[in-house]
């Protein structure tokens, strides 16, 4: 991981998988004199992105990684967490006598500890309360119920000082579609606020399953109504441009369990929080109202005809979500599918700076099983299949920006900017 460390997002970070040659730089390779000796990937990057974003349905898939490339100025600033990290918070929360006096009661979890993976410890205890009960297993309902405290304020991190550059390049080049094409969807796994506070910024609208009243209600049947202008001079709809689907597949910090009801509040006192937290127990819970309409609507995207899915930022670490992907690449013969992850490459490989690494370059040694079984099918001839190292904020500068700005954004940086205070106003 060191080779990324500090380093500035860019297309020419990005290394694409090449048949039969190996993983070859964006740049050019040159002598002494300046001269070409081989050539870069970026074209064909820049080519295999192009007709991602041209395909009649474009679904979008990101995870914790995206989350990464949201960041907040100052070194004790609060950035988006990785799992050392919320393991680090929850034993500071938790207290580390108590963690041990759980594992001493939970067979294997010892190991777990001494791993310091938040989610197979999370797991083993929700096991232990289901098969104990919550009175006979007080003290481990309660490690629980602290640990999904101590994330769910982990993850708010997103603020109006945030840097969203990347979220906000992502959204620009996705949201602008013809309006003769469907709405673009994306898919994400992160609990926090990023991609909405940057559609906010840029002025774009989301559909979310969300009602536009107050409080905002969920309802799978928002997720089929679109937004038009209404004017009396034109027959048809008049559908607005930068509108696209959001779709949070573990939930989101600002959803709240009311009643029956499931309603958008950051308030605390609205309800339990509605979030799939990091246990292997994810597969039973996604098929709870509303994850259940968010995975229906994955895997309808994926059987959609001329479909491109770009994923980034999401390491195919959850099987309800990756084994509906891969048996989507099975079934669907037009779909594509765009992967852009630093999982490939161990870093080790990549401070060698070698233009062309080998085939059999060292991978992340976390990189799941499915990442190989894509790169097997480039190497067996798969046209649909692209794939990228690299980050999704280096993603976010290589995809390429097809539609020109739109009067109606024009006009949004025209108000943000009058609305400054200047200095002749100071």
Known sequence: MAFWDDRVASPANIRLYVRGEGWRAAGDQKN??????????????????????????????????????????????????????????????????????????????????????IEKFLTHCKMYVELFGKEQAKDVAAFIAIAEATISECVDFVGEDTNLDAHKSIIRKIARRGIRKPRTRLFTTNYDLAFESAAQALRFTIIDGFSHGMPQVYDRGNFAYDIVRRDGDHDGPDYIENVFHLHKLHGSIDWRRRGSELIRSRDKEDGQAALIYPRDSKYQEAFDTPFLDMMAGLQNALRAPDTALIVSGFGFNDDHITKPIMAAVEANMTLRI????????????????????????????????????????????????TLMNGRFDDLAHALPDLVAQTERERHAERVRVLNEPSEANA
């Not at 050539?39 to 295999?48: D, L, M, N, V, W």
């Open 32 to 117: 002494d004199k300046g001269e070409v000796t081989q050539r870069g990937s970026a074209r064909a990057i820049e080519e295999a992105l192009t007709g991602m974003l041209n395909a009649s349905h474009l679904v979008i898939l990101t995870g914790a990684g995206s989350s990464f490339a949201a960041r907040n100025k100052g070194q004790d600033a609060k950035q988006a967490p990785s799992m050392k990290a919320l393991w680090d918070a929850v034993m500071s929360a938790a207290k580390q006598a108590a963690i041990d006096a759980i594992a001493q009661k939970i067979p294997s979890a010892a190991q777990v500890v001494k791993d310091k993976n």
């Open 338 to 385: 765009a992967v852009c992850d630093i999982a490939y490459l161990d870093g080790a490989a990549l401070d060698k700076g070698e233009h062309t690494l080998p085939i059999d370059a060292p991978q992340n040694p976390r990189a799941s099983f499915a990442f190989g079984q894509l790169k097997r099918l480039v190497d067996i001839g798969d046209q649909r299949v």
